[in-house]
């Protein structure tokens, strides 16, 4: 099995920061992308920033400039600086990477749980 946990998530005030982390763990013999996807009450969810292996970004309209994506490639994480956080941001954040099992052959995407940010106007 492999797994992605994200942590980090909490309740903030307006203005201020948050730094979420996401480990995958389990029997990946590569990873490639690891992103970050938000899902807020009644509305689809989507992406808000993702990261390659060579360190390749890319961030959703909406957070440029507020937003940091980074990753430590020795240890499977991604992280997320968050910061100037708006009540917009509010929403569950969920980790995503795309990696081969070591007894697969196929690249494939995995999710985490999940991790609850609210911020209070």
């Known amino acids: 099995q492999v797994q992605l946990v994200e942590s980090g998530g909490g309740l903030v005030q307006a203005g201020g920061s948050l730094r979420l982390s996401c480990a995958a763990s389990?029997?990946?013999?590569?990873?490639?992308?690891m992103g970050w996807y938000r899902q807020a009450p009644g509305k689809q969810r989507e992406l808000v920033a993702r990261?390659?292996?060579?360190?390749?970004?890319n961030y959703a309209d909406s957070v440029k400039g507020r937003f940091t994506i980074s990753r430590d490639n020795a240890r499977n994480t991604v992280y997320l600086q968050m910061s100037s956080l708006k009540p917009e941001d509010t929403a569950v954040y969920y980790c995503?990477?795309?990696?081969?099992?070591?007894?697969?052959?196929?690249?494939?995407?995995?999710w985490g749980q999940g991790t609850q940010v609210t911020v209070s106007s």
């Open positions: 389990g029997s990946f013999s590569s990873i490639n992308t």
């Open positions: 995503a990477a795309t990696g081969v099992v070591t007894t697969g052959i196929m690249s494939s995407s995995y």
């Open positions: 990261i390659t292996s060579g360190g390749s970004t």
